[in-house]
């Protein structure tokens, strides 16, 4: 069974600071991996998606990183801002069993606090 | 363009009570997804939808109920409501082209819902 961590839980960082999200799973069998920004009493946001052939993928100030074998991904936000602050889901792409769609599997995520 | 759309946004329930939850998208996506999010953990897939008429169980189905009579709506029916129900309930949908494109999923505001 496919498992998704994300440590730590989580980071409290001052403005201006580059930081580093980590994001592990345990089996490589996924189609994409996904990056999510979630604002508090919000639904998900869609940040950056990186399909299985790839090894990064850049917007703005955000840069994502994955290594399939080592079942690890990372998201690189630059000069971070108070605006930054959020809670971060990574979730992994797998088959369903049925063969007809892909489930996501997200970690329980990292909220993440840019001090002014 | 509203994508996905999600009410009611609050709700509180009776225990044995029972209610529908309200998903649409105006994207043209085929696939559609309802998720759960307890406190401080990742979403779970509850069940999904490949398109109209064609719906399967997704990680925890229990107590739970889908229909897909149109391709753009989703509904998600809970029957006789207990506690353990309570949680954020999240819509999703994509688009997934053969075999299966990397499109990401799309998600709702979210539902929250309290069963006392």
Known sequence: KQEVTQIPAALSVPEGENLVLNCSFTDSAIYNLQWFRQDPGKGLTSLLLIQSSQREQTSGRLNASLDKSSGRSTLYIAASQPGDSATYLCAVSILLSSGSARQLTFGS???????? | N????????????KIGQSMTLQCTQDMNHNYMYWYRQDPGMGLKLIYYSVGAGIT???????????????????????????PSQTSVYFCASSYSGQPFGNQPQHFGDGTRLSIL
Request: proline share 9%.
């Open chain 1, 109 to 116: 995520g990292t909220q993440l606090t840019v001090l002014p």
């Open chain 2, 2 to 13: 509203a994508g996905v759309t999600q009410t009611p946004k609050f709700r509180i329930l």
């Open chain 2, 56 to 82: 399967d169980k997704g990680e925890v189905p229990n107590g739970y109920n889908v229909s897909r009579s149109t391709t753009e709506d989703f509904p998600l029916r809970l029957e006789l409501a207990a």
